[in-house]
């Protein structure tokens, strides 16, 4: 069973760049399709971003699309999120996910069997 931990939030202003880290254990990364969601206060978990597991393909939610880059590295057992030019809306517990699944959906959280902890990310107006 794989565990995941997020780093990499924190507060940020608008325009400004975070990049989220996801750290894999207890599994081998590569067996994994990846996603990231968040969730603001009040509302349900979204999705954000998605990574195949060679990583040959990504899916993004339209809101951050031009602006999020999902990247992995399944050497370190480590999956990306790369935020640019944020958003005051894009504030949010942060969450990667992993799939032992093929085939998607990537966009669904039922998809997806192991989830981190999460990362706050906030970003100020």
């Known amino acids: 069973q794989v565990q995941l931990v997020e780093s990499g939030g924190g507060l940020v202003q608008a325009g400004g760049s975070l990049r989220l880290s996801c750290a894999a254990s207890?599994?081998?990364?590569?067996?994994?399709?990846m996603g990231w969601f968040r969730q603001a206060p009040g509302k349900e978990r979204d999705f954000v971003a998605a990574?195949?597991?060679?990583?040959?393909?990504?899916y993004y939610a339209d809101s951050v699309k031009g602006r999020f880059t999902i990247s992995r590295d399944n050497a370190k057992n480590t999956v990306y999120l790369q935020m640019n030019e944020l958003k005051p809306e894009d504030t949010a517990v942060y969450y990667c996910a992993a799939s032992p699944y093929a085939g998607g959906p990537y966009y669904r959280a039922q998809w997806y069997d192991y989830w981190g902890q999460g990362t706050q990310v906030t970003v100020s107006s």
């Open positions: 207890g599994g081998t990364l590569s067996s994994y399709a």
């Open positions: 990574i195949t597991r060679s990583g040959a393909s990504t």
